[in-house]
C-alpha cells in the first residue's frame, strides 16, 4: 500500500507527516505505531525522528498525534507542532494563527514567513535540586514536565559530553519508571543564552534538537541561574530557537516557543 506523505523539519528535528483526516488512512494503515516503526527507520525508509498524524478536530483545527520512532504515542512535541502548523497552514487548511489539539492540551500556533511560533501549555511537576545515583556517579538533577517529562542536568564541557550514554542511563533510571523521561544536557552561555544537548526516549538517542526540552532547559535555567528572558537556546543542530514566559509567583503563564522550520519534500512510502 502507498501512504503519502510530507516530510518537515523544525530546528533539525525531521518528521513524516501524514494526513489522516477523514480516516482516510483506515484502509492502509491499521496500526499507526507500526507504521511510525516502518517510515521511521533511516536508510531503510523515508527516515525520521517522528511520525505526525494530523486528523480532525471538534476543538482546533486539527488534531496531532506524536509516534516515536520505535512506534510508542506520545502526548506532546514542539518542535511537531511547529511542523504541523507550516504544513497546515501551506496547505492552505487554516490561516497564519493555528490551534493544534495534542494529547498535552491545546497548543497555539503563528506563522510569520518560515517562523513559527507556538504557545505551550504551562510547565508543571517543577523539582529542583535532586541528587540520584547514576552507578557510581551522585547526579544533581531538575526536572519538569513541558508535554513530557524532563530531567535537566547542567554540565561545564556541552560539547565532549557522553550524551548518549548518560541520556540512556537517565531515561531508564527506576526513579522515573515506567513511562521513562527525556533527558536534557545544558550550558550557561551567558545571561540569555543556553546550549544544550537532548537525548529523547522513543527515538533512544540523540536528537539535533527536541522543542519540549529547549523549554524546559530554559525554564531550569531561569529557576536555577536566573536566566533572563527571551532565553536563546543553541540547540546541537546550532539553530536557535527563543523561549518566552511570563512568571507569576512559583507558576509560569504565557510560554512560547519560536523558531524555524520548512517543508522539506513529499512523497509515498510503499508500506508493506
Same mark, same amino acid.
Given at each position: 500500500? @502507498?501512504?503519502?506523505?510530507? @516530510?518537515?523539519?523544525?530546528?533539525?528535528?525531521?518528521?513524516?507527516?501524514?494526513?489522516?483526516?477523514?480516516?482516510?488512512?483506515?484502509?492502509?494503515?491499521?496500526?499507526?505505531?507500526?507504521?511510525?516503526?516502518? +517510515?521511521?527507520?533511516?536508510?531503510?525508509?523515508?527516515?525520521?525522528?517522528?511520525?505526525?498524524?494530523?486528523?480532525?478536530?471538534?476543538?482546533?483545527?486539527?488534531?496531532?498525534?506524536?509516534?516515536?520512532?520505535?512506534?510508542?504515542?506520545?502526548?506532546? !512535541?514542539?518542535?511537531?507542532?511547529?511542523?504541523?502548523?507550516?504544513?497546515?497552514?501551506?496547505?492552505?487548511?487554516?490561516?497564519?494563527?493555528? @490551534?493544534?489539539?495534542?494529547?498535552?492540551?491545546?497548543?497555539?500556533?503563528?506563522?510569520?514567513?518560515?517562523?513559527?511560533?507556538?504557545?505551550?501549555?504551562?510547565?508543571?511537576?517543577?523539582?529542583?535540586?535532586?541528587?540520584?545515583?547514576?552507578?557510581?556517579?551522585?547526579?544533581?538533577?531538575?526536572?519538569?514536565?513541558?508535554?513530557?517529562?524532563?530531567?535537566?542536568?547542567?554540565?561545564?564541557?556541552?560539547?565532549?559530553?557522553?550524551?548518549?550514554?548518560?541520556? @540512556?542511563?537517565?531515561?531508564?533510571?527506576?526513579?522515573?519508571?515506567?513511562?521513562?523521561?527525556?533527558?536534557?544536557?545544558?550550558?550557561?552561555?551567558?545571561?540569555?543564552?543556553?546550549?544544550?544537548?537532548?537525548?529523547?526516549?522513543?527515538?533512544?538517542?540523540?536528537?539535533?534538537? !527536541?522543542?519540549?526540552?529547549?523549554?524546559? +532547559?530554559?525554564?531550569?535555567?531561569?529557576?536555577?541561574?536566573?536566566?533572563?528572558?527571551?532565553?536563546?537556546?543553541?540547540?546541537? +543542530?546550532?539553530?536557535?530557537?527563543?523561549?518566552?514566559?511570563?512568571?507569576?509567583?512559583?507558576?509560569?503563564?504565557?510560554?512560547?516557543?519560536?523558531?524555524?522550520?520548512?517543508?522539506?519534500?513529499?512523497?509515498?512510502?510503499?508500506?508493506?
Amino acid at each position: 500500500m @502507498k501512504v503519502n506523505f510530507t @516530510k518537515a523539519v523544525a530546528s533539525g528535528n525531521d518528521f513524516i507527516i501524514v494526513d489522516n483526516r477523514e480516516k482516510r488512512l483506515r484502509d492502509r494503515v491499521s496500526d499507526l505505531g507500526d507504521f511510525a516503526r516502518f +517510515s521511521s527507520r533511516r536508510k531503510y525508509s523515508a527516515g525520521a525522528d517522528g511520525l505526525l498524524v494530523l486528523e480532525d478536530s471538534k476543538k482546533a483545527d486539527f488534531k496531532m498525534r506524536i509516534f516515536n520512532p520505535d512506534g510508542s504515542e506520545v502526548t506532546m !512535541c514542539a518542535n511537531g507542532a511547529r511542523a504541523s502548523a507550516l504544513y497546515a497552514y501551506q496547505k492552505k487548511w487554516c490561516g497564519s494563527s493555528i @490551534k493544534i489539539e495534542t494529547g498535552s492540551g491545546i497548543i497555539e500556533a503563528e506563522i510569520k514567513d518560515k517562523v513559527v511560533r507556538i504557545k505551550m501549555t504551562p510547565p508543571r511537576d517543577i523539582k529542583l535540586e535532586q541528587n540520584i545515583g547514576i552507578g557510581k556517579t551522585i547526579m544533581n538533577i531538575h526536572t519538569v514536565n513541558t508535554g513530557v517529562p524532563h530531567v535537566i542536568h547542567f554540565v561545564e564541557n556541552i560539547e565532549n559530553y557522553p550524551v548518549k550514554e548518560m541520556g @540512556k542511563k537517565i531515561r531508564y533510571h527506576r526513579l522515573f519508571e515506567p513511562e521513562g523521561t527525556n533527558a536534557d544536557f545544558v550550558k550557561p552561555i551567558d545571561k540569555s543564552t543556553i546550549s544544550l544537548r537532548t537525548y529523547e526516549r522513543g527515538v533512544e538517542d540523540e536528537t539535533h534538537s !527536541c522543542g519540549t526540552g529547549v523549554v524546559a +532547559s530554559a525554564i531550569i535555567s531561569h529557576l536555577v541561574n536566573g536566566a533572563q528572558q527571551p532565553i536563546n537556546a543553541i540547540t546541537r +543542530s546550532k539553530d536557535v530557537l527563543k523561549v518566552y514566559f511570563r512568571k507569576e509567583l512559583n507558576r509560569f503563564h504565557d510560554v512560547y516557543l519560536e523558531g524555524g522550520a520548512h517543508i522539506v519534500f513529499e512523497g509515498g512510502i510503499n508500506y508493506v
